[in-house]
T-cell receptor, first 112, second 113 residues
């Protein structure tokens, strides 16, 4: 069963704008990861955030984690056409042998 | 470095046929896994392996077999293909389990008629 659920399902923005997507999950986790998938390709890892961390940055990406609300957000700043992709969150927990559970994803379209 | 290589990229099968999806990684990763991706559902774990000779079931293992005779290879076998197995299949690897970024192949697009 899917642990994470992304919101919104789809997002369309203008180049240069920021894109924010959210991930909610149901049970306690040890780690949360965000991945990007371009059309017809495999998933590419973006950021991993551990349950004792609240925020991480990587280039134009910012991830927050609120374990009290069981939610995470991914912010892409100054978006580019190349950011057009689907974005997935994935969670794991020691109680589930660290098996990754993926959400259904957010499809982001960046308009030129 | 090739990373994770999956073959074939596309395959069409008839119901009842069997086939093997190949997955190989050249990063000396211990942990390997197979997922299927269906529209609107994200990725679901089929089988995984924490090292050579060790495999275990994921969320949707029925109709699939795996083996791990070497660190590098982790083939997925469909025993008797069914239309419900039409999907995109992804193989992934990481150094070990437990909070590790996964390296994904580019997938095998499988259609069962």
């Amino acid at each position: 069963s899917q642990q994470g659920e992304e919101d919104p399902q789809a997002l369309s923005i203008q180049e240069g704008e920021n894109a924010t997507m959210n991930c909610s999950y149901k049970t306690s986790i040890n780690n949360l990861q965000w991945y990007r998938q371009n059309s017809g390709r495999g998933l590419v890892h973006l950021i991993l955030i551990r349950s004792n961390e609240r925020e991480k940055h990587s280039g134009r990406l910012r991830v927050t984690l609120d374990t009290s609300k069981k939610s995470s957000s991914l912010l892409i700043t100054a978006s580019r056409a190349a950011d057009t992709a689907s974005y997935f969150c994935a969670t794991d927990s020691r109680s589930n042998d660290y098996k990754l559970s993926f959400g259904a994803g957010t499809t982001v379209t960046v308009r030129a | 470095n090739a990373g994770v290589t999956q073959t074939p990229k596309f395959q069409v099968l008839k119901t009842g046929q069997s086939m093997t999806l190949q997955c190989a990684q050249d990063m000396n990763h211990e942990y390997m896994s197979w997922y299927r991706q269906d529209p609107g559902m994200g990725l679901r774990l089929i089988h995984y392996s924490v090292g050579a000779g060790i495999t275990d079931q994921g969320e949707v293992p029925n109709g699939y077999n795996v083996s791990r005779s070497t660190t590098e290879d982790f083939p997925l076998r469909l025993l008797s293909a069914a239309p419900s197995q039409t999907s995109v299949y992804f193989c992934a690897s990481s150094p070990w389990t437990g909070g590790q970024p996964q390296h994904f192949g580019d997938g095998t697009r499988l259609s069962i008629l």
